[in-house]
């Protein structure tokens, strides 16, 4: 979790980042001898990577990165199976009551949390006034409470083979319970950054330790008080070096860094997530260092709640709509034919265009109609 209880004796309600660090182990690890292997035994696999016949040798063993997952879903997927997903890698912040809220799938469905601890939403509350003369945007078209079962009925209209796996599985990103999570974004996108390239466990590790560098240690008898993300402005002012004291690379410390003072000189802000298109969005988003397009549509669609979101770079979702029509996905996967093995970018986005404006659930169910394992992507 990215929050821990602690206890601490000052008055002072801002955290502040920690002056020191303990200083790493040099200690080399021993070598340990493994037992022969019987006659006729073959090496067992590690996890879900296959190991090499031949083992690499004790340099490459230190030096080589962690594998990433076998399908590139992405370490926060793992959420979706549980009651709720803000986007973030592990924790969700408190959920506000569940009073419905006027909708719109091309929009922001998700309250989002400014660094000043204020709430945005795309529409006002329920019976205030939501005209396009008012907010400046499309009037909403439902409410977030009926949000996901209009959307499941569009899906099962569209391509009635998809109700099973729609009754068997609840999407709860989508629900009404979902939609009223708040979602901090730079707590967001900073998450997501620790998370490329490194297993979900590590990046937990690596987000506690974060954390742990603008709190103050625990004081004996002290108020007890809850660990607290950073806001943009106490990363901005941090060196590099510093950052990198949670176990970062160099290069996700500047990411970060550079992230934090865009948020804090207003280029980003939840202001500008909650009211731009999803195209600016994109747009802004993708020329931050550190995030890639498919890290922004994973964001878009699982932290900013927007429903209409479809990425044609996820080999989950390309599976899954072969498996829905009717390839042998088992042989498209032997016959190898890289990015695009097992469907052409052209007819991901021709076949999907039937599903707008709901496109991100279908991509949450292109995962489940394989029985994608969330948990085991998550823990790889």
Known sequence: MSTGRVTRSTTNSQPQPRTSHPAASTAKPKKRSKPPRKEGETERPHGPYDVPSTPPSKKARLSAPTPPPATPTPALVGLMSGLHSTGDIDDPLPT???ASRPAEP????????????SRLT???AAGADASPSKTGKPRPTTTTGQLLDEACAHLIATEPKLKPVIDKHRCQIFAPEGLAEEVDPFRSLSSSIMAQQVSGAAASSIKKKFIGLFNEAPAEGGEIVEWRFPAPSQVAACEVEFLRKAGLSGRKAEYIKGLAEQFTSGELSAKMLVEASYEEVL???????????WSVEMFACFALKRMDVFSTGDLGVQRGMAALMGKDVKKLKAKGGGKWKYMSEADMLAYSEKF???RSLFMWYMWRIE????????NS
Do not use: F, M, S, W
């Open 371 to 378: 029985d994608v394992n969330v948990e085991a992507i998550q």
């Open 283 to 293: 747009e802004k988003l993708t020329a931050v260092r550190g995030l890639g397009k």
């Open 356 to 358: 707008a404006p709901y």
């Open 96 to 98: 506000h009551a569940l």
């Open 106 to 117: 091309h929009l922001t469905n998700a309250p989002l949390k400014t660094p000043g601890g």
């Open 122 to 124: 795309a529409y006002p």
